[in-house]
Structure formats: structure tokens, C-alpha cells
């Protein structure tokens, strides 16, 4: 490993997409830390820009090779990174892009450090100066993101993270262990487990052939061990697959308290034959009983997902069956995603593409729908006594407030009366009175926890 120390060099990055991909981000930037440069906002000029891509949408696509072309535009003597599922995706073209000078794709995202400073080392840029708004996306100091596998071999047929990320590689239970160890000795008080295809986890490291015949084993014998490392309050888990919920499994990880009763379970439609042409391998009578499980074992669990508008052939009449499908569940918050042609796969190439205006229309109605739910949801908290992992002080109508969130990830601010930020990384009692139409709720505080 390239162990150049270097003075007064500033790098900055910016990550697009999931929190696999912050996770990453986070890593690289502790490298970097630790090689002696200096982390600086991705809107100010730097030496170094690291843009960690996603591909998932068009828009973030557009989006990456806008980040990267931006770096260029604030310093163009500086080094232009990308790494990631663009950077895998479109290798070719970015590589012929001027305006970029490394493209490190997943597979050699491990060693983008010493790739990275292979290449800077002989240079010495110089620094311009510019003034853009802060774009970067700011690493929260309170929560911790540990992935603890990569990869998925499900293959929807909407989705290219399985040809950019390749197939499951989990990690080992020791690896992680050590990993959120060293979070907790940080300070960190929540940890948030989270991977590609997060159901997955171990699979590779058994006979088993697939995640339903685990059970979740792997999983829970991970969150149980994360439990146990003194200083970590709380655990998260990523994105789960509805067919992981089986009673042996959520009677597992009700029995872990450090766990966040907040899932967020991948619906992506609430009409079986989109689900179908998905090849999302469940319908939504398998994904209520997972619904139901959990609520059987938890009370009020916060109850999360996605959901794909505009599915190549989805009629009106399967749209209103998903909107429908998903006022009955009740979900607490709802991701919604027009669908996005993605090359390569065979949705892609599937007829009946619907148009952009109907797409745009049922993502309206459906982000509608998700903040009703929300708001509905964040109603049933009024009154009761809440903790609330406090995170940041943001203003409201000029006044100070703590925002931060509790188990069930709904965000609560409370009025600040200090002013040196005290609370922020504490465990507060706080009392929800007045849902805000984003779902943030205002609170009274009481006292630390
Ligand atoms: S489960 Fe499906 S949507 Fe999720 S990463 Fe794998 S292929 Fe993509």
C-alpha cells in the first residue's frame, strides 16, 4: 500500500446513491485522512474530487457524470476520480471523457486509494479558488453505516446492480465485529447494518443455496454479536427481502432489544403480475404475512420500502392496485421511483414502456400517498414519551432546533436552548406534539435518557 504522506493537499468527495456506497465513501475517506490530506466540502476547490457513482436511474447517471464534469469546472488542474456502479457501467465512455482521470469500476473499488494516490503523487495541482453552493453530502456522526456483504445474485429483471456489483460476497462475523467495535470506541451509539442484498448475508459462507433456506441465521447471529459490544445503543438494519421474515426469524431478533424495530422491507409493487414481470419472486400475499409477523412481534413497527411506478406494461388499472396495496400495508415512509431503463436488462427490452408523463403522474399520486402515510404514521407517537438520538441543530422559522431520530427512524426536533450544541451524539426523553407535513415531528424535550 502506497503510504505517501502529503501536505496541504485537499480532497473532496461526493457519493450518489445507496448507503453501501456512503459506507464505502466513509472508508476512503478515513485512507485519505490517514495519508494526510485534507477533507474539504465537494463545492470548494480541492486537488483531489472522488466521485463515488451510482447507476441505478438515469437520473443518477446524469447526475454522476454532472458531479464529476463539476469537479473539473471548481479546479481543473485538480485530479477527477469515479468509482463505483457508473464508473463499471460506462468505463469506456468516461475513460474517453477529458475531464476525468480515473475510473476505478467495483471490482478494483478496494484498492481505489492506492490507485488514486499512485496517480497523484508525481503531480502537484494547483488550487483556484470557487464558490458554489455545498452539495457534499455530510457523513453523520451519530449513525454508522457497516456493510457487511456486496453483491446479489437475484437478478430482477428492472435492475443492473448484479452486472456492476457482481454476485454476494459476504463478510465474516469477526470482520464486522471489529469494524463496529472500533465505531462504538469512535463514538458512534448506532449502527446501521446494511449490504446490496442484505437477506443474503452469509449465504456464500454455507452449503445452502439460497437466503430462504438461512432463514436468517447468519443475520441474526450477526446482530446479536454487534449487540454486544458496550456503547452501541442501537442497531439498523438495511433493506430486507419479504421473504427473510419467517417466524423463527423475527422471534430471533425480537429477543436482540438493541434492534431498531424498523424495517425496511423491498416491496417495489403492490400488483402480483408486475411483480411477475419483476421477477421479484414473491406476491403481496407472502409479503403481508411478513408484514403481519412483524407486527405480531413489535408494536407499531416502522414499516418502510420502495415501490417502481411506471413498470414496463404497468396499466392504470395495476398502478391504482399497487397505490391501493400500499394505503393497506400503512407504511411509515415510502421511496418512490419512476422506472428507469437500464441497459442490459430485460426490462429493459420489454414492450408496453411507459410513457414519461404517466410515470410522472403516478409518481405524484404515490409520493402523495407516501407522505399521508407518513404523517398518519408520526400521529400515532403524539403524546408518548420518545428517545431520540440526537444528530444535528437546524433552524426552523429562525429558531434553533435538535432534530434527531428514534428506534422507529421518525425524525423529532426539539427547541435548542443552549448554544454550544450539547446534546448533540445524547439520548433524550422527548414528547411528540405536532406532526410537520414532511413527518418531522416538533417535540418537548424532557431529560437525557
Ligand atoms: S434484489 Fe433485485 S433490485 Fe435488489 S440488488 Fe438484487 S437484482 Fe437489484
Given amino acids: 500500500m502506497c503510504k505517501m504522506s502529503v501536505k496541504n493537499n485537499s480532497i473532496a468527495f461526493m457519493t450518489l446513491g445507496c448507503k453501501v456506497n456512503q459506507y464505502e465513501t466513509g472508508k476512503l475517506r478515513k485512507q485519505f485522512e490517514e495519508a494526510g490530506f485534507k ?70 473499488k478496494h484498492e481505489a486509494f492506492d490507485i488514486i494516490m499512485e496517480y497523484v503523487k508525481d503531480i502537484n495541482p494547483v488550487i483556484s479558488t470557487a464558490d458554489e453552493d455545498d452539495n457534499d453530502v455530510c457523513n453523520e456522526h451519530v449513525r454508522a453505516y457497516i456493510k457487511v456483504q456486496d453483491g446479489c445474485n437475484q437478478f430482477c429483471t428492472y435492475c443492473k446492480i448484479p452486472y456492476v456489483r457482481g454476485r454476494l460476497k459476504s463478510r465474516s462475523i469477526s470482520e464486522v465485529f471489529k469494524e463496529a467495535k472500533e465505531l462504538a470506541e469512535r463514538g458512534y451509539r448506532e449502527i446501521v447494518i446494511t449490504g446490496i442484498h442484505l437477506s443474503s448475508y452469509g449465504v456464500d459462507m454455507t452449503e445452502c443455496k439460497s437466503f430462504i433456506e438461512l432463514q436468517g441465521k447468519p443475520l441474526y447471529e450477526l446482530i446479536k454479536k454487534i449487540a454486544e459490544i458496550p456503547g452501541v445503543d442501537r442497531i439498523r ?21 438493541k434492534l431498531c424495530p424498523h424495517f425496511h422491507l ?5 400488483c402480483d403480475p408486475v411483480l411477475l414481470r419483476m421477477k421479484r419472486k414473491y406476491d403481496t400475499k407472502e409479503y403481508i ?20 411506478v411506471g413498470f414496463p406494461g404497468e396499466t392504470d388499472e395495476e398502478f391504482e392496485t399497487s397505490l391501493e ?92 436552548e443552549d448554544t454550544d450544541d450539547k446534546l448533540i451524539n445524547e439520548i433524550v426523553y422527548v414528547i411528540p406534539k405536532k406532526v410537520c407535513d414532511d413527518g418531522m415531528i416538533i417535540c418537548d424535550h424532557k431529560k437525557p435518557c
Fill in 325 to 416: 396495496y400500499v394505503k393497506k400495508v400503512g407504511f411509515a415512509a415510502l421511496h418512490v421511483f419512476k422506472y428507469s431503463k437500464r441497459d442490459g436488462t430485460a426490462a429493459a427490452v420489454m414492450k408496453d414502456q411507459v410513457d414519461e408523463d404517466i410515470k410522472n403522474k403516478r409518481a405524484g399520486k404515490m409520493g402523495e400517498t407516501a407522505d399521508f402515510l407518513a404523517r398518519e404514521y408520526g400521529k400515532k407517537f403524539i403524546g408518548h414519551m420518545e428517545r431520540c438520538l440526537v444528530e444535528e441543530v437546524i433552524y426552523i422559522g429562525g429558531a434553533r432546533y435538535y432534530t434527531g431520530h428514534n428506534e422507529r427512524y421518525i425524525k423529532l426536533a426539539f427547541e435548542c
Fill in 237 to 257: 438494519l438495511g433493506s430486507l427481502e419479504p421473504r427473510i421474515i419467517t417466524e423463527e426469524f423475527v422471534k430471533n431478533v425480537s429477543s436482540v432489544d
Fill in 289 to 308: 404475512d411478513a408484514v403481519n409477523l412483524l407486527r405480531k412481534y413489535y408494536d407499531e413497527p416502522a414499516l418502510t420500502t420502495d415501490i417502481i
Fill in 266 to 270: 423491498s416491496l417495489q409493487s403492490g
Fill in 39 to 108: 477533507v474539504v466540502p465537494f463545492s470548494t476547490a480541492a486537488d483531489v474530487y472522488v466521485v463515488n457513482t451510482c447507476t441505478v436511474t438515469n437520473i443518477a447517471d446524469r447526475k454522476s457524470r454532472k458531479m464529476l464534469h463539476r469537479a473539473k469546472r471548481l479546479n481543473d488542474k485538480a485530479v477527477v476520480a469515479a468509482l463505483g456502479c457508473f464508473a463499471e457501467a460506462a468505463a469506456d465512455s468516461l475513460k474517453e471523457d477529458e475531464g476525468i482521470d480515473i475510473v476505478i469500476g467495483n471490482k478494483d
